[in-house]
């Protein structure tokens, strides 16, 4: 059974996959010693931070208020991130995590996408660039594996 959910619900939950992108990565960019991976990660946050700007003028249209991911996210991020580069801080290992979590975010967008079914084409289109954009950051950390 597909649970259809409502514009508000589908702008909260994209908005909240780009904000935990960024959390993702400043969890872990000071770990990072490739020169390359760096700026492959710090081009990544830079572009979910774009995205969520750019999802501004649908959070007004649909009353979004509190989308922000709260402080226990950010420093579970944090502690998480620690714990599994405690034993492999690797640049190979980071990598792996960021594709993991970029995994799991593609994941929730293609179920956002799934329980979708609604006419506003600002949304549909704003989730099949971060669909899109995610695709692309997997492909670009598989070569630092």
């Known amino acids: 059974m597909v649970i259809i ?28 010693e490739m020169q390359s991976l760096a700026k492959v990660i710090l081009n990544q946050k830079e572009e979910y931070i774009k995205l969520k700007k750019e999802m501004i003028p649908l ?21 998480m991130a620690n ?16 594709m993991e979590g970029t995994n799991k975010g593609l994941i929730q967008l293609e179920e956002l ?12 289109s704003m989730l099949q660039k971060v669909v899109d954009f995610e695709h692309q950051n997997y492909e670009e950390l598989k070569i630092y594996l």
Do not use: P, R, W
């Not at 007004?60 to 502690?79: A, C, I, Q, R, W």
């Open 113 to 124: 996408q799934n329980h979708y079914s609604g006419k506003d084409e600002k949304i549909i």
């Open 5 to 32: 959910m409502d514009e508000k619900e589908i702008v909260l939950k994209l908005y909240q996959n780009l904000d935990m992108g960024v959390i993702g990565i400043l969890s872990i960019e000071d770990k990072i």
């Open 59 to 79: 959070c007004k249209k649909y009353d979004v208020l509190d989308k922000e991911l709260g402080t226990f996210v950010k420093m579970n991020s944090d502690l």
């Open 83 to 98: 714990m599994k580069t405690l034993l492999d801080s690797s640049d190979s290992h980071i990598a792996k995590m960021m």
